[in-house]
């Protein structure tokens, strides 16, 4: 349920409703707006009792419960979107950021291209995998740590923030020590292991799609993360599995604005995966600003015939500069519609 306090509400009124929730058996989050505090009530089922004797209780302006089945993750919830600061990116604040980089890392001469070409272009994070969630096990499986460590150079070399996969729940805290944002790939999305543990990084998480879920299913993993107590996770739409094969995925652009109706968390879109097809990944890119992403993430290769995974979806440096530019007059109208 949620418990809207009073403008007026004390700090000791806060926490008197956030004992009586613990006692009826409820974990309270704290969510503090601009004009009031709000208290997210989660646990099992909204009892009536309970939201009738919270509501008569000091300082608090109403309580209700919270229809959707994901909790701190839903507008009833927070109707602010949620912004992450990195340094001088900041992720939902009705701006456009772009993640490019190659599918794997290779090697400092392959990565170092690469960063060097996309900070140009305007990028403002990395990607790259060192830890490869890979469909065959004799395929490359990534250069780990020392892939880290080469992202690292890259950030250091470029001003560029970091994003990159962590496999497994072991990897956490090495991943973490090297990255600005945490990736889950689409086929860990439901790796709750891995997601309750994610809860206990202070850093950002960008949790992709799985390969078959549903928004719910998309919005309840999230919730994992958030309700173990990171709440700077981003979403990102990766493409679905569908009848058709003519494209790896299939991009579901509709669950872009689906989701800013739904949850407060900002949206990335992946056209790179979804597609599978280099010749795709422009158009779509444009798409995502004009449907309302928060950002977008591109596969990019100095070299996508040589690529180790991914090549026929990379876009080649000169092709990314071109994405840049192509996005650019779709994110001034989206602003100047805003105004
Ligand atoms: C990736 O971004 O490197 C990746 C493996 O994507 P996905 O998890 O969406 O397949
Ligand atoms: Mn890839």
């Not at 009892?47 to 959707?68: N, R, T, W, Y």
């Not at 090495?174 to 709750?192: C, T």
């Not at 500069?321 to 001034?332: A, G, Q």
């Amino acid at each position: 349920m949620i418990i809207a306090m009073q403008a007026t509400a004390t700090e000791s009124q806060i926490q008197h409703i956030c004992e009586r929730i613990r006692e009826f058996g409820y974990q309270p989050h704290i969510i503090k707006g601009t004009e009031r505090t709000v208290i997210a009530a989660v646990g099992p089922g909204d009892k009536k009792e309970h939201i009738e004797s919270l509501k008569s209780a000091e300082g608090v302006e109403d309580a209700f419960p919270i229809i959707q089945p994901f909790k701190l993750v839903s507008k009833e919830v927070k109707k602010q979107k949620t912004t992450i600061k990195l340094g001088d990116v900041t992720i939902g604040d009705g701006g456009f950021v772009v993640m490019a980089g190659p599918c794997s890392v290779e090697g400092r001469e392959q990565l170092m291209t690469t960063a060097v070409a996309v900070a140009a272009s305007g990028a403002h994070f990395l990607r790259g995998g060192a830890y490869k969630p890979r469909t065959s096990p004799y395929d490359f499986q990534g250069m780990a740590e020392e892939g880290l460590k080469l992202l690292a150079e890259a950030r250091e070399q470029t001003g560029l923030k970091v994003i990159t996969e962590v496999l497994d729940t072991e990897d956490v805290k090495i991943v973490g020590e090297y990255a600005d944002i945490l990736q889950v790939g689409a086929r860990n999305m439901q790796n709750f292991a891995l997601l309750k543990k994610l809860g206990e990084v202070k850093k950002p998480i960008m949790l992709k799609r799985g390969l078959s879920a549903t928004i719910k299913e998309f919005l309840l993993s999230a919730e994992y993360i958030v309700s173990h107590g990171n709440p700077e996770v981003i979403l990102c739409e990766r493409g679905i599995r569908t009848f058709e094969t003519a494209t790896r995925n299939t991009l579901d652009l509709a669950a872009v604005p689906l989701l800013n109706e739904l949850t407060h968390l900002p949206v990335v879109v992946d056209p790179s995966h979804a597609t599978g097809k280099r010749s795709l990944v422009r158009p779509l890119a444009k798409a995502s600003v004009a449907v309302g992403a928060d950002g977008l993430m591109a596969e990019v290769h100095p070299r996508p015939e040589e690529a180790w995974s991914d090549g026929p979806q990379s876009l080649r440096l000169e092709e990314f500069d071109i994405l840049m530019k192509e996005i650019e007059p779709y994110i001034k109208l989206r602003q100047s519609e805003k105004h």
